[in-house]
């Protein structure tokens, strides 16, 4: 009910035992004597929480001003602004990340708890993946700077480079300490952390509003060749000439890399919000046992469709592109084809989550309550990053009514949008379940269910924190598969051993159907949240083009939601490609 | 670790058993009648939280873009699509309501449990307060709706009679039934109390664009008469003639009583949304004793400085109002004048903030943590609604730095806004370490120690779940003192079984010094936060006159920013109040 570390019972007794035996003015002396001891000792874990989450979000929230007297246009608030503010936040990272290691290194020989919920191996590969794409776009970005040297703010030179140190530092970070438990130094580390969390919201929130800008302003550019308005697009190019001949290929690749960039940074952040939750948690080991399979028999019908859904998506995306800078007509017909290509995808979508969410009521199997912050984050990001998408969906359907105009796609909007909000619905509701829920035991005469316990306290306690850039889950595949990586996959071995199940062969059979099933289902929707994601990080937003919810709701106030909505709506897929890709391995 | 509910293994084995025993083709067939089994019966609580939080936040998103579409004047959505909508919705909780009571006063004879925590008889008081102001606001709509009853839609009367009814409805539910802890009909009632706190978060998102319109177009007024700028000022007056005399008179007193029934909506749906978390928990009985003292004993300098500063704050708000609407000059002097004065109240309550905290650092003391979700989303909230605050601040930082005029409030400007800051950084950080701090115990031989949990179980098994609108609190004041309403006071003792405390006299000497000193701090925080809350509700709102921020964001955005900002600003600065009083009590 109420918990005490041992530490504090001990403060306590002390200090009331000392402010007993001294009268009331002696009293305000120690007060502050003692003060130093305790700010620098024992702070209360929650006011360290408090103190360092107001800390981050002001961070953010600062960065957030300066992004929003960048976008207007007239004030004296520049990109070098904001810019100079990032690579200040990001040499600060470096140096807490530096600390850090070397702290840990000199610490080698004591042990350092784990929390293997915390990351996959696959999802750190894949931020490792987006991290190269993002170091791509760093050298693009000097390569512009070296074109305009004479001309623009030196800001913009420094930026790219300390961006790629930091980028490389942190993947560093992510391999080999981003499961640690930190349980020393705690109020500082709580803030290091804490900082690293939002200098990279507040590089995804930078990376954002480039991309948003740039979208616009082609989005702009291309209603003023259709004749529609006359809006004013605001550039920002340099003055000067580029003294090599590569400046304009730099700045036009570099929006191919944006989405990637985006996504990295917010994940970062995501993963790291989690090392910021575990700080001064005591690991609980029985629940640490577990290992997950990438088994693929059975799997037909998923991958089919899905890879059927991710060609015609690229299909659609290379039609609507072309076809929506070009005539009324064809404008028209492009964006009736996406609604119904969408209304076609959310149908399969949908479906296939209410199989998933019927199997489970069919197996009824309680819930797995035990802590899990990791766990927990995903489901209250995947909640949060649809609320996006719904307002947007919602103001489809508001305009659908409210509108006057009578376009072809009129319809087959307002079932599009009722449909992302249903299949938002039902997706959210089968992930979460699918990662709340025990698993099965199947082969629990495992003789590694017994030794498992052991050899994870033995070799964890041996795991070196550092040895230099080696991917150490697979150095030693035998003992790092079991410990380190112990989510990683050798096998398919799978226990719980908590409730106790009727156990046999019988079980196997039917309980291999609706696994086969729901692995289907879980790529199925894989393919399909990717297939959702190109669209619009590639540019096909219809919303922009329709024109329905612009009269409704007038240009600026439209482009306002898009502006929030959009991103978020680009998270929650990759999000929940990662989630489905857990949930793949669970089932 | 893992927790399981009895109902949940049993279940767990009944399936396992089932569908070891059959087929793989008769599973599929069982599948779907046991289907309708479970859907009715043990849908998992995770599963039954999400389906519901979805439902309101979609609930929400709906109303958000009927707003968006009435803040874009040329649209064809009207106020009365809103009203509708929010009609709609109060008659369903109305509904619910109805039913939640009658279910209630069937189950007389069985025990409910409640959650202590979930509010305090100040709080539910407070509250019908506001909804009697909330009253009085209905009233003067259903006047006006009378003189224009002719060429107004028919839903502008309706809706204030169907919103004094739910006013009624609802304080009489808060009264009785908040804190009760359903545990039947468990899917269902979630989404019943779901529905009534978006409802009410709906109701508040209405009367803050109500209000925030109503000041944009005085202030636009207000530009216009200085003639600054050609704005065009949207009216929303009917087209006929009012057939009473008194039209002008409701609509003008109207927006003197929206921040009241502004306030009334947020709190109610944040008191709800501790009732939905507390659905099927289990409450810890052990918990549960605890008795705060209002005792009034040595408080001196934090009321004398508090009423000072209330009396100044109404000094200067009438000062303000009256000045700002003048020539430049004196518009101008109006603007310094708040900035001087919030600069003193800011230094007064950053320093009785520093003080607390050095008071509690030097009195170390363990944070109690066991669990209480009313305690955990009043931290949430103030932490949440704080960010409003500081995002203002940080954009007139910003707007002082990069602007080229200068006006003479320009550096008081940029003072106020850190210490704004700063404040809540402290503020927040005092409010959340009182609440957590564990209560220190005295007068530890008191004998109600050991009878209090027996007199609790006995008393709360005959507690009637519903009598008709007495205040039960204070019929039977000897019982309930200690059972339903036992936060309430008749007494001083304090106990806390928990930690073994060094007793005896010689401890409460220096104790009561410290607790005086506190007592006092919270009080003074108490009226400071009031009056921050009096200025801008009434109209003090520099922000909106001083041109800086507009200068460097330009108006649409700033304008945007303060919409969102300030409505944070005032909930933050009630929610405080509220807060500090519970602080006040404890310590």
Not at 426 to 443: A, D, G, K, P, T
Not at 538 to 547: E, H, L, S, T, V
């Amino acid at each position: 009910m109420v918990e005490h570390s041992g530490l504090d019972i001990m403060c306590l007794n002390k200090y009331c035992h000392s402010s007993s035996s001294s009268s009331s003015s002696e009293q305000d002396k120690k007060i502050f004597t003692k003060l130093k001891f305790n700010m620098s000792g024992d702070y209360p874990k929650k006011n360290a929480e408090i103190l360092s989450g107001q800390y981050g979000t002001n961070l953010l929230l600062i960065g957030g001003a300066l992004i929003m007297g960048i976008a207007h246009h007239d004030s004296s608030v520049k990109e070098k602004h904001l810019l100079s503010f990032a690579t200040c936040l990001m040499i600060l990272q470096l140096i807490w990340m530096m600390w850090y290691i070397m702290v840990r290194d000199r610490q080698k020989n004591t042990r350092t708890e784990k929390d293997v919920h915390a990351t996959t191996c696959w999802i750190r590969g894949g931020l490792t993946l987006l991290a190269l794409l993002s170091l791509i776009m760093d050298a693009f970005r000097i390569g512009y700077y070296v074109g305009y040297q004479s001309c623009v703010s030196a800001v913009l030179g420094v930026y790219p480079v300390i961006h790629a140190i930091h980028t490389i530092a942190q993947v560093h970070f992510l391999w080999f300490h981003i499961k640690d438990v930190i349980k020393s130094f705690e109020t500082f580390e709580r803030f290091g952390v804490m900082h690293a969390v939002f200098t990279n919201l507040l590089l995804w929130c930078s990376g954002v509003m480039s991309e948003a800008e740039h979208f616009l302003n082609n989005h702009k550019r291309r209603l003023s060749a259709l004749g529609y308005e006359n809006l004013t697009i605001e550039h920002s190019e340099p003055d000067c000439n580029c003294t090599t001949s590569t400046c304009s290929m730099f700045s036009s690749s570099l929006y191919y890399l944006y989405p990637f960039n985006i996504e990295y940074h917010i994940f970062v952040s995501a993963l790291l919000f989690v090392m910021w939750k575990n700080i001064g948690r005591t690991i609980d080991h029985l629940s640490n046992q577990k290992k997950l399979a990438t088994k693929t028999k059975g799997l037909t019908v998923g991958p089919i469709l899905g890879l059927l859904a991710l060609a015609s998506t690229i299909g659609i995306l290379v039609v609507y592109i072309t076809h929506v800078e070009q005539s009324f007509q064809m404008r028209q017909s492009a964006i009736s084809m996406f609604y119904i290509y969408g209304i076609v995808m959310l149908v399969v979508m949908c479906s296939a989550g209410a199989v998933g969410l019927l199997i489970y009521r069919a197996n009824h199997m309680p819930l797995d309550t035990s802590k899990n912050p990791s766990r927990q984050l995903d489901t209250e990001l995947l909640f949060g990053s649809s609320i996006g998408s719904w307002f947007m969906s919602w103001c489809s359907i508001v305009a659908v009514f409210s509108t006057t105009s009578n376009p072809p796609y009129h319809w087959t909007n307002l079932i599009y949008s009722l449909l992302i909000v249903l299949e938002k619905y039902i997706q959210n509701l089968f992930i979460i379940e699918s990662l709340y829920r025990q698993q099965e035991n199947r082969e629990r005469e495992d003789p590694e269910l017994l030794a498992a316990p052991e050899i994870f306290s033995v070799t964890s306690s041996l795991a070196p924190p550092y040895n230099g850039i080696i991917n150490q889950a697979y150095d030693t595949p035998d003992r790092t598969c079991v410990t380190m990586e112990n989510e990683q996959v050798y096998g398919c071995t799978r226990k719980h051993s908590e409730v106790p199940l009727p156990v046999g062969n019988k079980i196997k059979e039917p309980s291999n159907i609706k696994r086969q099933v729901l692995k289907n289902i879980a790529f199925l929707l894989i393919m399909c949240n990717i297939s959702l994601w190109i669209l619009p990080a590639f540019g096909c937003r219809p919303q922009y083009d329709n024109g329905l919810e612009q009269e409704t709701f007038g240009f600026g106030i439209w482009t306002a939601v898009l502006n929030f909505a959009i991103p978020l709506n680009l998270f929650y897929r990759m999000h929940s490609v990662a989630s489905l890709f857990e949930v793949f391995r669970r089932v």
